[in-house]
């Protein structure tokens, strides 16, 4: 698989089940270990060079894996301590993100008493406490009501504005076509196309005809 | 070097200790007292004196050696099984933290608890029985070593278990029996010849004779040897899993 995103993008990896979507995002985050290949990440080697490129990166995983014994507000704080910052301005990067994400009233309360939908707020503030380039989302809508997933995509909106590099996994079509400008369909491991969202559905198909589209051609060609 | 994540995972560690005080550290003195009454007060007033000092005396450098060695295991099996478990160990392996940080942030923070727990056990044993360290440095120097160790121990099995049960059999058959035989409770001196020499192949014998030293001034062999095997075992078992977490072992798919 040979992949280049641009900086300031907002890039879909979309495919089925057990395609590779996760697995590349934990080859990108070093949470896989690669038996071959390459990935830079702003020019850093993330083998070689992992310390600065794993400084840039903020991964929103699909799974919530908080730290349980620590406050919500803690948990910020403590991430940014593992990305070697401390001191007062991340005190109120953590206040501005609880407060952007609508956390402020949960700060001192541990996670497992906050809702699904606050939890996935939470993973997003905590993905960017460090102030990343790249946000790599695993699923970030997974499970949550329509009202929080059309907020969440005003945020991530926002945010790719301000300039933040977003690779986006997910399963719903309508939310990849709605917020990425570039898109890969990978099947098997392999990708099957990758171009800006616009050509992929220029003559009037909707992604969904487009995505199913090259999973059968894909299953026919043996990917 | 990310010596703010480090400290960061020291920190997290006390925290995580504070938060389960009822479970790990109240116990350990509970166990203590409850083993200062019996054995050293009720049973040992039977026993004259021990390498020069009472039975009780002679009892709280072993039980302040068998609680630092059930921490410092503890701390680190549980606390890296359980981020495993429930994947929080991934916020560190996303960060720009090298595998000595991480490895260094999970002992430093079980080293912490170790010496909270024996200067408690300490300070019990100087108001019950009035059992005073007579060297200090030593006494400090042999917890470090040996809650390291144990705290490597602890990773490693940390590291390998596949269930909660696994990290307990390290426990039940192999540190329990092998402190309960290495001398907390009794001087080398006191047992047979032939019982003597398989003293010597137990690891935990060392480390309660070196420390018991720094209360009697008195030891089976010159401490110098038991720290020598000691530290050596420690760096043998930090190189472990060093290279363990290093290589993503259990850790990294």
Not at chain 1, 75 to 101: K, N, Q, S, T
Not at chain 1, 126 to 150: W, Y
Not at chain 2, 142 to 165: R, Y
Not at chain 2, 180 to 199: D, H, I, K, N, Y
Request: contains cysteine.
């Amino acid at each position: 698989m040979s992949l280049r995103v641009e900086a300031g993008d907002f890039f879909g990896f979309l495919g089925p089940n057990g395609a590779g979507k996760t697995t590349t995002i934990n080859a990108i985050v070093g949470l896989a270990q690669k038996s071959a290949g390459r990935i830079a990440l702003f020019g850093y080697d993330n083998a070689t060079q992992w310390r600065e490129a794993r400084g840039l990166v903020g991964l929103a995983p699909q799974e919530f894996n908080f730290d349980r014994y620590l406050s919500i507000r803690d948990v910020l704080i403590y991430a940014a301590g593992y990305f070697g910052l401390r001191g007062p301005e991340i005190a109120e990067r953590a206040d501005m993100l609880l407060e952007r994400f609508g956390l402020t009233s949960k700060s001192k309360v541990e996670y497992t008493r906050i809702s699904g939908g606050q939890k996935r707020r939470l993973t997003l503030a905590r993905a960017l406490i460090h102030q990343p380039k790249l946000l790599i989302l695993d699923e970030p809508t997974a499970g949550v009501d329509v009202e929080l997933r059309l907020e969440l995509w005003e945020w991530l909106k926002a945010l790719n504005a301000e300039g933040l590099t977003v690779f986006l996994t997910t399963h719903y079509l309508e939310e990849a076509e709605a917020l990425c400008k570039r898109i890969a369909i990978i099947r098997g491991g392999k990708i099957l196309t990758e171009k800006p969202t616009r050509e992929l559905i220029a003559d009037g198909a909707s992604l969904q005809d487009v995505f199913l589209e090259l999973m059968r051609e894909g299953q026919e060609a043996g990917v | 070097m990310n010596s703010v994540g480090f400290w960061t995972l020291v920190r997290r560690e006390l925290v995580r200790s504070m938060k389960v005080i009822n479970q790990v550290i109240w116990p350990p003195i509970i166990t203590t007292l409850l083993y200062v009454f019996i054995f050293g007060l009720a049973l040992g007033s039977r026993i004259q004196t021990v390498q020069g000092v009472t039975y009780a005396q002679f009892l709280i450098p072993g039980l302040i050696m068998q609680q630092v060695i059930d921490s410092s295991y503890g701390e680190c099996s549980s606390s890296l099984f359980q981020g495993r478990f429930m994947n929080s160990i991934q916020e560190l392996l996303v960060a720009p933290m090298s595998a000595l940080e991480i490895v260094g942030g999970f002992v430093v923070g079980s080293l912490a608890r170790a010496f909270l727990i024996a200067g408690l056990i300490t300070v019990l044993g100087i108001v019950l029985v009035h059992a005073v360290p007579q060297n200090w440095l030593l006494f400090a120097c042999v917890i470090a070593i040996v809650s390291i160790l144990f705290s490597a121990l602890g990773l490693m099995f940390g590291l390998m278990a596949e269930k909660f049960d696994h990290i307990a059999i390290l426990t039940t058959f192999v540190i329990t029996p092998l402190t309960f035989v290495g001398g907390v409770f009794t001087s080398a001196t006191m047992l047979p010849p032939q019982l003597r020499t398989f003293e010597l192949f137990n690891p935990i014998f060392y480390t309660i004779d070196a420390f018991r030293r720094s209360y009697t001034g008195e030891s089976y062999l010159p401490p110098i040897y038991s720290i020598a095997a000691v530290v050596l075992l420690a760096a043998v078992a930090l190189a472990v899993v060093l290279r363990m977490v290093g290589t993503g072992y259990k850790l990294r798919v």
